[in-house]
């Protein structure tokens, strides 16, 4: 892989993500899929509205995931805090209701109920390589034989290895070989990170991903 086109996991800074949400069990399975993301992450889970703004870090980098029913048990001047001067990059809210809230807040992304695991690793891929200061995915296609894109492209709609060999007639193996291929020269090695690769890259139009 050359280094002047694409930069690896390991040259990566942390990415600091803060989980508020009052069920110990919906931290856990949240903290599960964030660290299924292709970004090396540290998330520090909150329980108690007050501690929602002193987590935030100073610099302004960490990604608040929030559910609605912790935002309601939220005393009205820290939501004021948050709608104001947060420090927090980018805030996320994790909807049990699937309503509208009714709130000053501005969510840079909302995972519904009716959102499945691929779709809600794909929203947290997008808001954290958008809102980061540390870009991992590199805008460019060097390196990726026509081939590989093809296959790129498919593995982003969500086809399987063998509908990816069907469709472009080739065997399940060979998929297999282009994938991995894929995986170590972009150093990303998740669906969720490879999808928005290929949003970002223009190899795939966002509308599509289901």
Same mark, same amino acid.
Not at 4 to 21: H, K, W
Not at 72 to 85: D, F, Q, Y
Not at 141 to 148: K, L, P, Q, T, V
């Given at each position: 892989?050359?280094?002047?086109?694409?930069?690896?996991?390991? !040259?990566?800074?942390?990415?600091?993500?803060?989980?508020?949400?009052?069920?110990?069990?919906?931290?856990?399975?949240?903290?599960?899929?964030? @660290? %299924?993301?292709?970004?090396? *992450?540290? *998330?520090?889970?909150? !329980?108690?509205? #007050?501690?929602?703004?002193?987590?935030?870090?100073?610099?302004?980098?960490?990604?608040?995931?929030?559910?609605?029913?912790?935002?309601?048990?939220?005393?009205?001047?820290?939501?004021?805090?948050?709608?104001?001067?947060?420090?927090?990059?980018?805030?996320?809210?994790?909807? !049990?209701?699937?309503?509208?809230?009714?709130?000053?807040? $501005?969510?840079?992304?909302?995972?519904?109920?009716?959102?499945?695991?691929?779709?809600?690793? %794909?929203?947290? #891929?997008? *808001?954290?390589? %958008?809102?980061?200061?540390?870009? @991992? *995915?590199?805008?460019? $296609? #060097?390196?990726?034989?026509?081939? #590989?894109?093809?296959?790129?492209?498919?593995?982003?709609?969500?086809?399987?290895?063998?509908?990816?060999?069907?469709?472009?007639?080739? !065997?399940? @193996?060979?998929?297999?070989?282009?994938?991995? $291929?894929?995986?170590?020269?972009?150093?990303?090695?998740?669906?969720?990170?490879?999808?928005?690769?290929?949003?970002?890259?223009?190899?795939?139009?966002?509308?599509?991903?289901?």
């Amino acid at each position: 892989m050359d280094p002047s086109a694409f930069q690896t996991l390991n !040259s990566m800074e942390s990415i600091d993500i803060v989980v508020a949400e009052n069920c110990q069990l919906m931290r856990t399975g949240l903290k599960y899929l964030l @660290h %299924q993301l292709s970004s090396p *992450v540290v *998330v520090r889970e909150i !329980s108690k509205p #007050e501690k929602l703004i002193s987590y935030a870090q100073k610099d302004g980098r960490s990604l608040l995931f929030i559910s609605d029913c912790f935002l309601t048990t939220c005393p009205e001047n820290v939501v004021r805090t948050l709608a104001g001067n947060s420090r927090y990059a980018a805030i996320v809210l994790i909807s !049990s209701r699937g309503i509208p809230l009714d709130t000053d807040l $501005n969510f840079d992304a909302e995972i519904t109920p009716s959102d499945n695991e691929k779709t809600i690793c %794909q929203k947290m #891929e997008a *808001v954290v390589q %958008q809102t980061s200061k540390i870009k @991992h *995915v590199i805008r460019s $296609n #060097e390196g990726i034989s026509e081939r #590989e894109k093809e296959v790129l492209t498919l593995v982003a709609r969500g086809l399987t290895n063998k509908e990816i060999a069907e469709k472009l007639f080739i !065997s399940s @193996h060979t998929v297999i070989t282009h994938r991995k $291929n894929i995986t170590a020269k972009l150093g990303i090695k998740t669906i969720a990170g490879l999808t928005v690769y290929a949003v970002i890259n223009n190899l795939i139009p966002a509308e599509e991903i289901k």
